[in-house]
RNA sequence: GCCUUCGUAGUUCAAUGGAUAGAACAGGGCUCUUCUAAGGCCUUGAUGUAGGUUCGAUUCCUACCGAAGGCACCA
């Protein structure tokens, strides 16, 4: 549509001798100044006669053109036909869940990696945070066309996961039997790693005992403590993935931090004396050549760090996956840290850091005291979850545990995706997740009133007739996947949250005026294809979020 | 000290260089004998400071003030 205005008033200059108009169509941000606009500078003498030379060639999409004169010029204000809308309702009708799909990225591969967690240790809060927009990241991608792999990368091997082991051998492996559920056994498990990092903070001579099961790890030596490791991996491993599946993830597949840390340190020495250099007994990239800083990929003992377990992990991406874009999500205070490690790696191979993209999330901080005496102070996913969905149990009683739980989860990462990816979020959970005006549940509820006109009247495209008048859900709803192409293209899921808002109080407003179930009313039947049009999108936006919309609430 | 990101209403967040800077919460006032009031309608209130570029700046540039993060073997 765009690409055809543009087309007219091009036409147009050119009709009155304007050779290089250089103006540009885009979308209005205010309804009611039309659906489409663009500025005409000064450089334009006349532009009534730009607007006498389309209102003349109108095509059949074309409602009115207006002319609005502002200071140094002013704007042409394209308003679509209602035909135009009345088709489009019925496009949504037939595309269903695949209204809105995209193909910018159709016949490309996506690697996406998030969620990458940290195995021995708690899934906490911020894990949420990188999984909500590691999810909805995800979802755009799918929705872009392209062929989606998705993966995480747990931390598999570290000094902290050996201090774990070495608790966890104090008592013994057997230990674990005693546990009936596997959330006591995490939690049992997590309780090693706080007692094995004490352990070593108040006694150092347990470091070497401790760096000895540190290196059994490492090398996959068969011994007892390999196999507490595997046992321990296992539990954590298992509970990872039902977290996150309740979460609304699933992935392809898993790089080890163990695997990267091999792949890396090879690629690393390889590259020493001429990517890489030594330095005070360590290896390590000058990042000041490329106006960052210098970081260490191999230890003065001779381990690799982090920095080169990252490069290992850029290699087996490309050379498992071979997408065409990698995607991967951090905390936003590794932003600095990347940008060296991406950077040293494309000296390695150039595509590396070509087609890799970094995206992150911020930090969560508490304020307020009613959720945070609930919560004791620890952020752990699994009891913020918890207590979300009491909240809105004292709210909803009637509701089955299932739906107070996807309300919950919804109040959560609406929470979260509402404000663009990578800022940190003063979480107060007295005002932010509250239930009611912009939230998910509202979202959530709008929806479901949706389907609960549609559950009383049927749809039949067929009966409807086009009306004279066109609603502001249908302009909202015609943006749809022009919102999803913006998020795609700059993989920013927090536009698809204000659009979702916005669809959703128009149709809303537009619910308290008008009775749609009303047989009086000629309009009826175009009434009900417009709620279930609305139904659609709002589904397959709420989708894209990660969030699921109940039947009923 | 250097680098990165960010300062918008009392609070939490929006706004590809364009029209009167949008919402929500909080405050004030209406609204359920009519399809779900987790709703709708009305109302008070904001671009850190000082310059610059531009017909036009919340957006781009410079300085200052303030916040978060990073800067050698932690992740």
Redesign the pocket.
């Known amino acids: 549509m765009q690409e055809k205005l543009q087309k007219l008033i091009e036409e147009a200059c050119h009709s009155l001798g304007i050779q290089n108009p250089g103006i ?1 169509v ?5 309804l009611k ?2 659906d489409y ?1 663009t ?1 005409m ?2 450089s334009i003498q006349d532009p009534q006669k730009i607007v006498d030379y389309i209102e003349r060639k109108k095509p059949e999409f074309i409602g009115r053109v207006m002319y ?1 004169s ?6 042409i ?1 394209f308003y679509l036909s209602p035909n135009y809308y009345f088709n489009k309702t019925k496009q949504i009708l037939e595309e269903g869940e695949n209204y809105g799909r995209s193909e910018i990225h159709k016949g490309k591969k996506i690697l996406v990696e998030h969620s990458s967690p ?1 195995l021995f240790k708690p899934f906490h809060i911020g894990h949420v945070m990188n999984n909500t927009i590691g999810e909805s990241i995800n979802r755009f991608a799918r929705f872009s066309g392209a062929e989606v792999e998705t993966i995480s990368y747990p ?1 598999d091997v ?3 996961i050996g201090k774990a082991v070495w608790a966890l051998m104090q008592d013994g492996v057997e230990k674990l039997n005693e546990f009936k559920t596997e959330e006591e056994k995490l939690n049992y498990l997590g309780n090693c790693y706080v007692v094995g990092t004490k352990a070593m903070e108040e006694d150092s001579s347990l470091e070497p005992r401790i760096r000895e099961i540190t290196k059994i790890i490492y090398e996959h030596t068969e011994s007892p403590e390999y196999e507490a490791y595997k046992i321990g991996k296992e539990i954590n491993l298992s509970y990872f993935k039902s977290i996150t599946k309740s979460l609304g993830s699933n992935f392809d597949d898993f790089i080890y ?1 163990s695997e990267a840390g091999k792949e890396g340190e090879k690629l690393v020495r390889e590259n020493t004396g001429k990517i890489f250099e030594e ?4 290896v ?1 990239y ?1 990042g000041e050549q490329d ?6 990929f ?4 001779g ?1 690799p ?2 920095e080169a377990k990252d490069v290992g992990l850029l290699s087996l991406k490309f050379s498992r996956y071979n997408p065409d874009l990698s995607i991967f999500i951090t905390d ?6 990347f940008k060296v490690v991406v950077t040293a790696a494309g000296k390695i191979n150039p595509i590396w850091k070509e087609k890799t993209i970094h995206r992150t999330h911020g ?1 969560m901080s508490f304020k307020g005291q009613k959720m945070s005496s609930r919560l004791g102070g620890v952020p752990i996913a699994s009891t913020l979850i918890q207590a979300v969905a009491e909240e ?1 149990k004292e ?2 009683p009637e ?1 089955s545990e299932e ?1 107070q739980n996807m ?1 919950a989860i919804s109040a959560l990462k609406f ?1 979260i995706l ?3 990816a ?5 979480f ?1 959970p007295d ?2 997740l ?6 998910g ?2 979202l959530q ?2 929806t ?2 949706s ?3 549609l ?3 049927h749809v039949a495209m067929q009966d409807c007739k086009q009306t004279e008048t066109i609603t502001d859900v249908e302009k909202y709803l015609d943006r749809f996947p022009e919102v999803a192409e913006q998020c795609i293209s700059l993989w920013e899921p ?2 698809m949250v ?1 659009y979702l ?1 916005d669809l ?2 128009a149709f ?2 537009w ?8 047989p009086e009313n000629k309009d009826m039947p175009y009434n009900l294809a417009i709620t279930r049009a609305f139904q659609i999108t709002m589904k397959n936006g709420l989708y894209l979020l990660g969030i699921q919309t109940p ?3």
């Open positions: 540009k885009r979308r209005t941000e205010i100044m039309g606009t500025f500078g000064s609005a502002i200071n140094n010029g002013g704007f204000n940290n931390s570290s000094l902290g931090e330095s005070e007994g360590a390590v000058k106006g960052l800083h210098t970081r260490v191999i230890n003065k003992e381990y760090t982090y936003h205070e590794q932003s600095e840290y930090r809105v709210k909803s509701s739906i309300i929470t509402k404000s663009m990578g800022k940190n979020i003063n107060d005002t932010s509250s239930f009611e005006g912009d939230s549940p509202y509820y709008s479901v009133r389907g609960s006109v559950e009383k009247g927090h536009h204000g808002l959703a109080q809303n407003s619910y308290g005026r008008v009775k749609i179930i009303d039947e009923k609430m």
